[in-house]
């Protein structure tokens, strides 16, 4: 897949929702893309990659397991940085990676254990600005944020889950919804 394709303008999607896509593309607003349909999450945030993008940059994605890693092959250019989501031992190590590139943009492609869920967390509290992060849940989107602050559930002794999901739904600077009905993707941008 060449990197024109993962522009914004390949989403299927109304003019409203394209020209609000771009919007938060262009900002540095962390986001959130939420939905069950993993492969469509996947798209969008390439998309959003590709319109925060520009030639020669630096990229830090931290991938999943089984999350294809393609964004090499599509910006054979940029320095990109590939870190292992189920290699990370704690959230400090991605931490001291993140120091040492500043101004690299970051990408979580699926947030899918508690140390890229914390990661994402610590980025919307201020450690990074312009992360675009992925989360794969079916259900409406309070049901998804509540199963974001449940993966995000600190040790025992900390603070208790209302808390968390409290501090959850706080932080989030814009969510993307990515939902497919009869194999159309329907995506809405909720901005705070």
């Known amino acids: 897949m060449s990197a024109e394709q993962n522009s914004l303008d390949n989403l299927v999607v109304d003019p ?13 607003s962390n986001i959130l893309i939420v939905g069950g349909d993993k492969e469509l999450n996947a798209k969008v945030l390439k998309a959003i990659n590709h319109e925060r993008r520009e ?3 630096g990229l830090v994605v931290v991938k999943g397991a089984g999350t294809s ?5 599509m910006y054979p250019r940029d320095q990109i ?9 704690s959230v400090l190590d991605v931490r001291n990676i ?22 994402f967390i610590l980025c919307c509290e ?8 992925s989360y794969t849940c079916d259900g409406d989107l309070d ?4 199963s974001l602050a449940k993966l995000n559930q600190p040790e025992k002794g900390h603070l208790p889950f209302e808390l968390t999901l409290e501090r959850v739904v ?3 600077e814009a969510i993307v919804k990515c939902d497919c009905v009869d194999g159309q993707p329907i995506i809405s941008v909720i901005r705070k």
């Open 16 to 28: 409203e929702t394209l020209a609000s896509l771009r919007q938060v593309a262009d900002s540095d």
């Open 55 to 57: 030639a020669g940059t």
């Open 69 to 73: 890693d393609n964004f090499r092959l």
């Open 81 to 89: 940085t590939v870190i292992n989501a189920p290699e990370i031992k």
């Open 98 to 119: 993140l120091k040492e590139m500043w101004d690299f943009r970051l990408a979580i492609t699926d947030i899918s254990t508690s140390i890229t869920a914390e990661l």
């Open 126 to 133: 201020g450690l990074r600005s312009d992360v675009v992060a």
């Open 143 to 146: 049901q998804c944020l509540v």
């Open 170 to 172: 706080h932080l989030l």
